[in-house]
Nanobody
Framework: QVRLVESGGGLVQAGGSLRLSCTASGTVSIFSINAMRWYRQAPGKQRVLVAGATSGGSKNYADSVKGRFTISRDNAKNTVYLQMNSLKPEDTGVYYC???????????????WGQGTQVTVSS
């Protein structure tokens, strides 16, 4: 009923920038989303949290991206962004959007994931 669709990934050289977007939409109306997060999964590794933002404005970041990445939300559009600057090869991976606490006309979705978008940073 609700889908998360990511976009904005690609291939970039080290030091470059990318902006990821993730929008929640579906066949039901979405009232609010408690938290939206970005995770990264590198080849052969576990999925790890990169950044998160709540509907109230709280934000958190992995230590490895602090000062380089910025997460933001447009609650009216049910969209979360991840501005990634000064990219490093170790930022390479599939970036997944996650939404927790999605309040809709059909009830509450506790946890939802997007399909992922590939980010590759070349050295």
């Amino acid at each position: 009923q609700v889908r998360l669709v990511e976009s904005g990934g690609g291939l970039v050289q080290a030091g470059g920038s990318l902006r990821l977007s993730c929008t929640a939409s579906g066949t039901v109306s979405i009232f609010s989303i408690n938290a939206m997060r970005w995770y990264r999964q590198a080849p052969g590794k576990q999925r790890v949290l990169v950044a998160g933002a709540t509907s109230g404005g709280s934000k958190n970041y992995a230590d490895s991206v602090k000062g380089r990445f910025t997460i933001s939300r447009d609650n009216a559009k049910n969209t979360v962004y991840l501005q990634m600057n000064s990219l490093k090869p170790e930022d390479t991976g599939v970036y997944y959007c996650n939404a927790e606490g999605v309040y809709t006309t059909s009830g509450v979705l506790t946890n939802d994931w997007g399909q992922g978008t590939q980010v590759t940073v070349s050295s």
